[in-house]
């Protein structure tokens, strides 16, 4: 079992930036890949970034790409996301997620989820 925390949501103004970051429980953190994923009101949960075991790799949706950025610390077992230049589209619960192979990156398919955390952009 792995226990993912994220921390670093907040209320940001458009333009802003902010840092999340995901601590995992577990030793062998470093044996899955992780990613974030988030859910706006009334929207399905979409897939935001990935990050390889040894974070030699990274994926990202298109809708951020060139202002999110996805890094892991394996010593600190903790992965991050850098938003910049964050849109009122933005807005949703951000969700830490692990999987063991980082084959396919669809809800249904990750290992370990996180509860959350909440982040709101103002226009």
């Known amino acids: 079992q792995v226990q993912l925390v994220e921390s670093g949501g907040g209320l940001v103004q458009a333009g802003g930036s902010l840092r999340l970051s995901c601590v995992a429980s577990?030793?062998?953190?470093?044996?899955?890949?992780m990613g974030w994923f988030r859910q706006a009101p009334g929207k399905e949960r979409e897939f935001v970034a990935a990050?390889?075991?040894?974070?030699?790799?990274?994926y990202s949706a298109d809708s951020v790409k060139g202002r999110f950025t996805i890094s892991r610390d394996n010593a600190k077992n903790t992965v991050y996301l850098q938003m910049n230049s964050l849109k009122p589209e933005d807005t949703a619960v951000y969700y830490c997620?692990?999987?063991?192979?980082?084959?396919?990156?669809?809800?249904?398919?990750?290992?370990?989820w996180g509860k959350g955390t909440l982040v709101t952009v103002s226009s």
């Open positions: 997620v692990a999987d063991r192979y980082g084959s396919n990156w669809s809800p249904a398919s990750m290992d370990y």
């Open positions: 577990r030793r062998t953190f470093s044996t899955y890949y």
């Open positions: 990050i390889s075991w040894s974070g030699g790799r990274t």
